[in-house]
């Protein structure tokens, strides 16, 4: 499997990058980890004229907590969210996420930055981004401009990242009170990625009860969303088995459901709802 | 891989159907049409330059109207290959009045395989693509109708 | 044809190439180098069959550009065995059965090497979790978990013997 032919240029910074992403127009497209990319270059699903390798780019990698928030680099591989000690104590949803993605050779490779960007109907970090309220920062030739996460996935493929910009850092406001946050995947036995997983942050108030819940699904629909009707029925609620299972029993609604091979339509809003319930019970069973 | 839906369209029920099964509005509203040309009674030789987002890839092959019951239903059979693997596609497109009969409700039931290295990495992302790609279709059928409308009133 | 000059460690031994952007990394490894242990088993991502390290990190070698490895450290199934004797891995796979037609074992033998370096002493789970990226249609994987648990033992004998 050979791809079309293409040029190949290495950039050696963000506005190198960007340089070259806007001389070439259309015909460029940007290579982090290539996990997602490479494979769509030797299909001939893709057939840029030039990738503008960013993977040299060393600003782009890390992890950095300060103060309010952790910054993550676009650069930042999935073994490096997995491996992180620094973020095992505030987003241990991260190093959760993280191992469940494909397999140790895919998370050597792939990147956090890339993984949104793509906005693969099945990724696994859009939906931890959008109960995490991620912000995307964002540079092109006209400077920088930061995106929230519920504005960030546009639709199948598609990310608010246009032609001739870069995403380069995510950050993750850091949570504050009593938090829990877990995702639970159901993963396809071949392919690894979600055939639904569903992402959860639950904040408690002085009593136990949940003050606020953000709650989002990938692998159901085009692209990933909230589960908004389950995070109003969790608020005030205390998060017991039964008040939980009632709230994900709303899950679903709005969603255009994928069917395939796999896993029919019935089948995926059957599991948004198993998999909502569960991933907002580890969430409430791990505050701290 | 099942694709389906309907859409509510500009026009009574014979002229939809009449525009849904007409070459002309097919060959500029099938996506990145650069060829479609009948070879027998409701058979077209098709190339179509296809894809949504950063995918995109060629589909060589054929398109096939068949069972037709104008104005009523027709059946849609897409068989070839695309980016290296294959594809069939088998759609029955039914009609029915709406809105006291000024539209048309369309309704599409679609079933499809696509095989080859395709499958391996493609599969996953064909049914939310095909979806995409049908929408398009629908919304350019559509502007069709309208234009068609316009300018058959002018001329009337 | 857009060629670009490549300059890389393999194995520990220098090497200066010419290779076009599209040329995957194991098609340079196997028909320009003739380092033909490492396989190709489906080239769509999904096999192991052509796990290589690189810069110390297990990869597909069939999900990655020659180019991209410029200025790389690379270790195949070939630079594993140092003087003629086999590396405890291998020697693993040896001892516990853990091959029988061989297709994928240079593969599973690269990621158990980045497995046990980045956990040195894993349980069963944590082995069967590090080899998903694998696939053998041969042994079941019962003996290629025993070949593991045999290497990460006999690895560890030799840190503390050190
Ligand atoms: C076998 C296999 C299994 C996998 N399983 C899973 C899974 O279970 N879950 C999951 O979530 N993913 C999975 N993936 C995908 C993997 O996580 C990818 O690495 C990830 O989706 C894309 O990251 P990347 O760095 O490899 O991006 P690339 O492939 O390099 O790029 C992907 C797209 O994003 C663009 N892009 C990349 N970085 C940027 C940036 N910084 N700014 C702007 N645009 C950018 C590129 O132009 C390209 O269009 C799997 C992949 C494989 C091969
Ligand atoms: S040949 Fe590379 S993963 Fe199968
Ligand atoms: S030993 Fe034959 S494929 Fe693993």
């Known amino acids: 499997m050979i791809p079309s032919e293409f040029d190949y240029v290495k950039a050696g910074s963000v506005q190198e990058a960007i340089g070259l992403l806007q001389q070439h127009g259309d015909d460029a497209k940007v290579l982090a980890g290539g996990h997602s990319l490479i494979p769509l270059l030797k299909l001939r699903l893709a057939s840029p004229a030039v990738l503008v390798d960013i993977s040299g780019i060393g600003d782009l990698r890390g992890i950095k907590s300060g103060g309010d928030k952790v910054t993550i680099g676009a650069l930042t591989t999935h073994n490096d969210l997995e491996q992180s000690a620094e973020l095992k104590g505030s987003f241990p949803i991260l190093s959760e996420a993280a191992t469940l993605i494909g397999d140790p050779m895919v998370r050597n490779r792939g990147t956090f930055g890339g993984s949104l960007a793509h906005a693969d109907p099945a990724g696994d970090w859009p939906a931890v981004a959008l109960a995490l309220g991620a912000q995307m920062h964002i540079t092109g030739s006209g400077g920088e401009r930061t995106v929230a996460a519920d504005d960030f996935f546009i639709d199948i493929l598609t990310s608010d990242v246009q032609p001739g910009e870069l995403l380069t850092s995510i950050d993750l406001p850091m949570p504050s009170g009593k938090v829990g946050m877990s995702y639970q995947k159901f993963s396809h036995p071949a392919s690894g990625y979600a055939v639904v997983g569903v992402a959860a942050m639950v904040t408690l108030d002085g009593s136990g009860n949940c003050s606020s819940a953000r709650v989002a699904v990938t692998g159901a629909g085009a692209k990933a969303v909230r589960l908004t009707s389950v995070e109003e029925a969790l608020v005030g609620k205390s998060l017991t088995e039964e008040n939980v299972a009632a709230a994900a029993g709303t899950a679903g609604e709005g969603i255009d459901y994928l069917g395939d091979i796999y896993a029919s339509e019935e089948y995926r809003a059957h599991l948004v709802k198993v998999f909502a319930k569960r991933a907002v019970l580890a969430a409430a069973g791990n505050v701290k | ?156 | 044809m857009a060629t670009h000059p490549i300059s890389l460690t393999i194995n520990g031994k220098g090497q200066q190439s010419s290779v076009e952007s599209r040329r995957l990394l194991v098609h340079y490894l196997r028909d320009e180098l003739g380092l033909t242990g490492t396989h190709i088993g489906c080239e769509t991502s999904q096999c192991g069959a052509c796990t290589i390290m690189l810069n110390g990190s297990a990869v597909k070698s069939c999900t990655l550009f020659a180019v991209q490895a410029d200025g790389a450290e690379i270790m195949t199934i070939e630079g594993l065995a140092k003087d003629g004797e086999m590396h405890p891995i291998q020697e693993g796979f040896w001892e516990e059965h853990g091959l029988q037609c061989g297709f994928c074992t240079p593969g599973m033998i690269m990621s158990t090497y980045d497995l046990l370096q980045k956990n040195p002493n894993p349980d069963e789970h944590e082995i069967r979790h590090a080899l998903h990226g694998n696939l053998c249609r041969c042994t079941g994987y019962q003996h290629i978990v025993k070949s593991i648990q045999y290497a990460a033992n006999k690895m560890q004998g030799a840190t503390v013997a050190d």
């Open chain 2, 1 to 156: 891989m099942k694709v389906d839906g309907n859409v509510t369209m500009s026009g009574p029920q014979q002229v939809v159907y009449d525009t849904l099964s007409d070459p002309d509005a097919l060959r500029q509203c099938l996506p990145g049409c650069e060829k479609f040309d009948e070879v027998s009674p409701g058979r077209y030789e098709t190339v179509l330059k296809a894809g949504v987002a950063g995918i995109k890839g060629t589909f060589i092959g054929t398109v096939t109207l068949s069972d037709a019951k104008s104005p009523e239903s027709y059946t849609l059979t897409v068989e070839g290959s695309f980016s290296g693997g294959f594809v069939k596609g088998v759609g029955n497109i039914s009609l029915a009045p709406d809105g006291g009969g000024a539209k048309t409700k369309v309704t599409y039931v679609g079933d499809g395989q696509v095989g080859g290295p395709l499958a391996s990495v493609g599969q996953r992302l064909m049914a939310p693509a095909a979806r995409m790609v049908v929408n398009q279709f629908f919304r350019c059928m559509d502007g069709q109708l309208k234009s068609r409308q316009e300018t058959g009133a002018q001329v009337g």
